[in-house]
């Protein structure tokens, strides 16, 4: 948010303390370079982070336009989720294979998604009419949300590794954010301060203070949910709610997928006020379903309310009449504070939590974040061919823009290399 009239070697004069202040004119040109810094040596993959963290917001509607399978008719789909028709079917779907996890629709005209293994070890999704339960196609693993998702998240690395490094780029968001306020005197009255459209460097510095000010809100939460990020890789996350133990289930997949019917109905005798988001079958490792959703707490997951419920077969009975006794039931307003910001953490940082219109909001301003990151830098490199005093072409831009990146220019785009050319890899792993 720095003056733009003023030259690379000395700080903007609006910043704090004005030139007849010494001091506090030194003051005003570290914390000036500082803003600069930050917002250039590392831009390249700052802007890649942003920018495919932008797309994510509506990776699944990406993935919805992409795939006929996840789409239904919406008229159709209105009734309660055959979630016990959607697991058997799915099952049936992948021979040899079984079902791990069902998911509601994600909103109008979607299909409902079951999660699963094939015969050979590979992760499959399939799609299904949430209201008659008929299955509507098998997708693979690697879908565009999960694709947006791995790049935005971790740079396709290893969780361990790739974790920590982008979500350290939040420690670059909060200096930004708060050098931009020592840098730019008196910000409040620039709200509605029209762009100059003098010349490129005037009108790209302009919007980028505009753009600047009205995304205060977004870069602040962007920053506070990267931050927790990394506090969660470093081995800060809130602890997991306690399952209680039970023995491994040792079915078929077929009828993992027909115990579905007894869990469902057992959790909503339970727990009559969850509205059901999600089933986990049993499994030979843990022998019980459990059924999650929504209830009267917001902003978490729908894993923070749930019904843990154990399932007995009888082979010559039908599924309707297995036994089903409740395990234990969670519900969101018994986490601690520490669960509770872990729970909000993923539905703040990606405006999910209101559905389309929260995401539409989201999408805008991550645009803006994203033009931010990249205006900063092209700011600096129009400066830079002004100060040559040289006919702004995009070669020279270009090279005075790399030169002032440095050496960091390198880790930073081999980075972002490097997560394409994993992306490759992911998809013949999964």
């Known amino acids: 948010m720095s003056d733009l009239s003023a030259p690379i070697d000395q700080p903007p004069q609006t910043a704090v303390g004005g030139p007849r202040d010494g001091s506090s004119r030194r003051s005003g040109r570290f914390w000036w370079r500082a803003h600069q810094w930050v917002g250039l040596k590392l831009s390249v993959l700052m802007s890649f982070i942003l920018f495919t963290g932008t797309l994510a917001v509506f990776a699944n509607e990406i993935d919805w336009l992409l795939n006929p399978a996840m789409r239904v008719e919406p008229a159709t789909a209105r009734g309660e989720i055959a979630w016990a028709k959607i697991a058997v079917n799915a099952t049936q779907a992948l021979p040899g294979?079984?079902?791990?996890?069902?998911?509601?629709?994600?909103?109008?005209?979607?299909?409902?998604?079951?999660?699963?293994?094939?015969?050979?070890?590979?992760?499959?999704?399939?799609?299904?009419?949430?209201?008659?339960?008929?299955?509507?196609?098998?997708?693979?693993?690697?879908?565009?949300?999960?694709?947006?998702?791995?790049?935005?998240?971790?740079?396709?690395?290893?969780?361990?590794?790739?974790?920590?490094?982008?979500?350290?780029?939040?420690i670059l968001l909060i200096i930004s954010l708060a050098t931009s306020f020592l840098v730019y005197k008196k910000w409040w009255?620039?709200?509605?301060?029209?762009?100059?459209?003098?010349?490129?460097?005037?009108?790209?510095?302009?919007?980028?203070?505009?753009?600047?000010?009205?995304?205060?809100?977004?870069?602040?939460?962007?920053?506070?949910?990267?931050?927790?990020?990394?506090?969660?890789?470093?081995?800060?996350?809130?602890?997991?709610?306690?399952?209680?133990?039970?023995?491994?289930?040792?079915?078929?997949?077929?009828?993992?997928?027909?115990?579905?019917?007894?869990?469902?109905?057992?959790?909503?005798?339970?727990?009559?006020?969850?509205?059901?988001?999600?089933?986990?079958?049993?499994?030979p490792d843990y022998g019980a379903y459990a059924v999650g959703g929504q209830d009267r707490a917001i902003l978490v997951r729908d894993r923070a309310n749930h019904v843990v419920i154990s399932v007995k077969s009888h082979p010559s009975h039908p599924p309707s009449s297995w036994t089903a006794n409740t395990v234990a039931i969670h519900r969101a307003e018994q986490l601690n504070v520490h669960q509770r910001i872990g729970e909000m953490a993923d539905l703040l940082h990606f405006g999910t939590f209101g559905g389309v219109w929260s995401k539409i909001i989201w999408f805008v301003f991550g645009a803006l974040l994203t033009a931010l990151s990249l205006s900063g830098a092209s700011i600096y490199g129009l400066r830079l061919v002004r100060q040559a005093r040289q006919s702004p072409t995009w070669p020279r831009f270009w090279r005075h823009l790399s030169a002032g990146m440095g050496r960091w220019k390198w880790p930073a785009t081999g980075l972002v290399l490097l997560s394409f050319i994993l992306i490759g890899l992911a998809f013949t792993r999964f």
């Open 97 to 170: 294979g079984q079902i791990n996890e069902l998911y509601a629709p994600i909103d109008r005209g979607f299909a409902a998604a079951a999660f699963g293994q094939a015969a050979d070890g590979r992760y499959k999704w399939v799609y299904a009419h949430p209201v008659s339960g008929e299955v509507q196609g098998v997708g693979g693993f690697m879908t565009v949300q999960r694709v947006l998702r791995y790049m935005h998240r971790h740079l396709m690395l290893p969780n361990k590794i790739g974790i920590p490094i982008v979500s350290a780029l939040s």
């Open 189 to 283: 009255r620039g709200f509605f301060r029209p762009i100059r459209f003098l010349d490129a460097r005037t009108a790209i510095g302009d919007a980028h203070r505009l753009a600047g000010l009205w995304s205060i809100w977004f870069v602040a939460l962007m920053a506070a949910t990267g931050l927790w990020y990394l506090v969660e890789s470093l081995g800060g996350d809130a602890p997991d709610v306690v399952w209680p133990d039970q023995a491994g289930l040792e079915w078929t997949a077929i009828d993992r997928a027909r115990g579905v019917e007894a869990a469902i109905t057992a959790a909503q005798t339970a727990y009559p006020a969850l509205r059901i988001r999600s089933v986990s079958l049993a499994s």
